[in-house]
């Protein structure tokens, strides 16, 4: 059964940080595709970062200079380390595992607001 458990959600005030952590089980993880994803209200869900097993990283125009996103192969886990928070990055961030299939966390919040 394939798992990704996010975590490291919050408020956060702008200009502040956050690191998000997504461990997996249940998939090959060196081989997968891990990516996050967020999704605002009445928005739809929307690339933030993916690293692929050659750890090549893609990010979206949104993201650049202010997040970074990082694997750890040993622990099965990828990290995304957000920076210089903003009020329009408030949204629920998904991990995501792809290989032959995509797979889905359940969703972290992420509220920024002073």
């Known amino acids: 059964q394939v798992r990704l458990v996010e975590s490291g959600g919050g408020l956060v005030q702008p200009g502040g940080s956050l690191r998000l952590s997504c461990a997996a089980s249940?998939?090959?993880?060196?081989?997968?595709?891990m990516g996050w994803y967020r999704q605002a209200p009445g928005k739809e869900r929307e690339l933030v970062a993916t690293i692929n097993p050659n750890n090549r990283k893609i990010y979206a125009d949104s993201a650049k200079g202010r997040f970074t996103i990082s694997r750890d192969n040993a622990k099965n886990t990828v990290f995304l380390q957000m920076n210089s928070l903003k009020p329009e990055d408030t949204a629920v961030y998904y991990c995501s595992a792809r290989y032959n299939d995509r797979f889905w966390g359940q969703g972290t919040q992420v509220t920024v607001s002073s």
């Open positions: 249940g998939i090959d993880f060196s081989v997968n595709t």
